[in-house]
């Protein structure tokens, strides 16, 4: 029993003491301990925080920058596709041009040919046709004078119409 | 690392113990001729005393004397323990202001006016004297003040070095003490009261862990006589009731929801759990208070009655074991010192937690 | 048989049902600080505050047993 009964003296001083201890260690001690701790804790968090910050921004710099590199290889592509298909277009204008150019220019020189191989044929006609009446009034002429000499016209005149 | 100090320190601690418990008793069995009394040497230790006693030579005590201060119904009286002259069976009788005054068991009475010696009834309870208020400072009182200085030794050391260093690098002295602190925040308020209300209680409970376990260690060093004041119910009444008033005064409405009408059950079980919310209320520092008291006792009421196996058997063939059970006890007490500490501090924040719990 | 020997074994009662009570405690903490390692910490803390409620009861006990005395 005894031992179970908190004397007085002892728990007033306990108070006290406690009440002072607490009010000094609290003041002079945990204060300053727990704030230099919370300090070092903020200090590192706000490190790791711009750290991870700055790597994040990194980051994005370097995807802007692939970003950026893309574009300008797309564009390039681009620009090659362009210009190769304005080379092929170019290439298959001025075939088709020198084409229908090629053509028309054959056409013309047919209908050319044509006309002159009319032309031709007319006055060869025409020529023909004179040197056969010649051909019959010499002919004609002749037969009634020689015979020889009848044979010997015919003669030359097969040999001239040859030559012609 | 604080284990390895532990270690260190616990070994220094044992070997002195060890030497200075049989020392201790063997010294009151000489000097009496009468049957050596287990139970009154180890009472006379766990309990308070008038005087720090030091030692036996030649059948003479050494004691640091110390005050003691009594209010009567005449006022204040004070004086030395030493006055007694080692006395504690109420045969010598200190004459101050008029009064009468003797030790019984450590514990002073006054005599009632006119009466010149004290008289006994069958349970030896005196019946001719009375208990004065008692303000004296006695050896636990002592030993606590040489606490309190340690420990300010310690920690304003350790937060002078923060100021100085600018850079907040622990050194020296501080980088043992911030581990134990950040313990305390880390592992002790901040799950048990939560992260965001933890702060205003942080002084409180590093407070009451440093000063529970630094007594819990000094009862355990043997020069200072193993003043028992961690097992002084004294000391946990003391630092219960904080705890108490803290946890009452903190309380939100939440808190006394849960008390008086408890949410979330039906109505005659509401009405059922009041009675016994009421009572948690007051059993949760009472048993803080008896946990640490019983436990801190217990220890050194197990090494003492080891160590008095040897004069009860009168030989010194049990000391051996008597010693090494001791030891064993000893390596034991030294992590209930630091376990008991914990463990106030832990429930502490535990009941300050309930008390400013919002509503879920 | 005295009362306070009445209360010493009321004591010793206290004590015995605690120190069951503590070593399921122990067991099923160390069982679980076993199965899963990783939270072994939290496991602790609470294996230590579940002991010191039980070890509450049985210091009841001896309280009780010094009061009678």
Redesign the interface.
């Known amino acids: 029993m ?14 006290v ?2 009440a ?3 009010f ?3 003041k ?3 204060k ?6 919370e ?2 804790e903020e ?1 590192i968090r706000t490190a790791l925080a711009s750290a991870e910050s700055a790597r994040k921004e990194m980051e994005n710099l370097k995807a802007d920058n692939e970003r950026i590199l893309q574009e300008a290889r797309n564009e390039r592509e681009a620009m090659l596709k362009d210009a190769r298909d304005m080379k092929n277009k170019i290439i298959s204008d001025a075939k088709e041009e020198a084409q229908t150019q090629a053509s028309k220019m054959i056409e013309q020189a047919q209908a050319a040919i044509e006309s002159e191989k009319k032309a031709a044929m007319a006055e060869l006609k025409s020529h023909v046709a004179g040197l056969s009446i010649d051909i019959a009034e010499k002919v004609v002429r002749e037969e009634l004078s020689n015979k020889d000499k009848q044979l010997k016209l015919v003669e030359n005149m097969l040999g001239e119409a040859t030559l012609n | 690392m604080t284990f390895y100090t532990f270690k260190r320190v616990a070994f220094t601690l044992l070997f002195l113990s060890v030497f200075s418990f049989s020392f201790a008793s063997n010294s009151k069995d000489s000097d009496s001729e009468k049957e050596f009394d287990a139970k009154e040497m180890i ?1 006379h230790h ?3 005393a008038y005087g720090m006693h030091l030692f036996d030579y030649n059948g003479h005590s050494y004691s640091i004397p110390l005050p003691i ?1 009594l209010y009567t119904d005449k006022g204040l009286t004070t004086f030395m323990s030493s006055e007694f002259h080692h006395d504690y069976n109420g045969e010598v009788i200190v004459e101050k202001n008029g009064q009468r005054f003797v030790n019984i ?1 450590e514990k002073i009475y006054k005599l009632n006016d006119g009466e010149t010696a004290v008289t006994y009834d069958a349970e030896h309870h005196p019946t001719n004297a009375e208990r004065p ?6 050896r ?2 002592f030993m ?2 040489v606490s ?1 200085v340690v ?2 030794l310690i ?2 050391t ?2 002078r070095r ?2 100085k260093s600018g850079d ?1 690098v622990p050194k020296g002295i ?1 980088s043992f ?2 581990p134990l ?2 313990f305390v ?1 880390d ?1 002790i308020a901040k ?1 048990m009261i939560g992260e965001h209300k933890y702060k205003r209680f ?3 409970l ?2 009451v862990f440093f ?1 529970i376990w630094i007594n819990n260690i000094f009862g355990l060093i043997p020069f200072f006589n193993g003043a028992n004041l961690s097992g ?4 946990t ?3 219960a ?2 705890t108490f008033l803290i946890t009452t005064f903190s309380g939100n409405k939440n808190y006394w929801k849960h008390i008086f009408w408890m949410p979330g059950v039906p109505v005659p079980m509401k009405i059922f759990l009041m009675p016994i919310e009421i009572v948690g209320m007051f059993v949760k520092p009472i ?1 803080l208070m ?2 640490l ?3 801190i ?1 217990a220890g050194h009421i197990i090494i003492l009655a080891l160590m008095s196996l040897i004069f009860i058997f009168q030989t010194i063939a049990v000391a051996p074991v008597s010693v090494g059970f001791a030891l064993f006890i000893g390596i034991i007490e030294i992590v209930v010192t630091a ?1 008991q500490a ?2 106030f501090t ?2 502490s924040a ?1 009941y300050f937690g309930m008390a400013v719990e919002d509503a879920h | 048989m005295t009362i306070t020997g009445i209360a010493a074994i009321g004591a010793g009662l206290a004590a015995i049902g605690a120190g069951m009570g503590i070593g399921r405690i122990g067991g099923s903490a160390m069982d679980a600080m076993a199965r899963q390692p990783e939270i072994q ?1 939290k496991i602790q ?1 609470s294996a ?2 579940l002991a ?2 039980v ?2 009861v049985a ?2 006990g ?2 009780a047993a010094l009061i009678v005395k």
């Open positions: 005894e031992l179970i009964k908190p004397g007085f003296g002892l728990v007033f001083w306990s108070l003491t406690f002072i201890l607490l000094i260690l609290r002079f001690a945990w300053p301990i727990l704030g230099a701790v300090d070092r200090g | 009472m766990v309990k308070d201060i068991h208020w008692d303000f004296s400072i006695t636990n009182v606590m003040w309190v420990l300010l920690f304003l350790a937060a923060y100021k907040y501080a003490v911030e602190v950040v925040r592992e799950p942080m002084p409180y590093l407070t000063f002084n119910i004294a000391f009444f003391a630092l009731l904080c048993s008896i946990r008291f019983a436990n006792t376990i914990y463990i832990v429930l535990l | 910490g803390t230590l505050i010191a409620f070890e509450a210091l009841f001896v309280v």
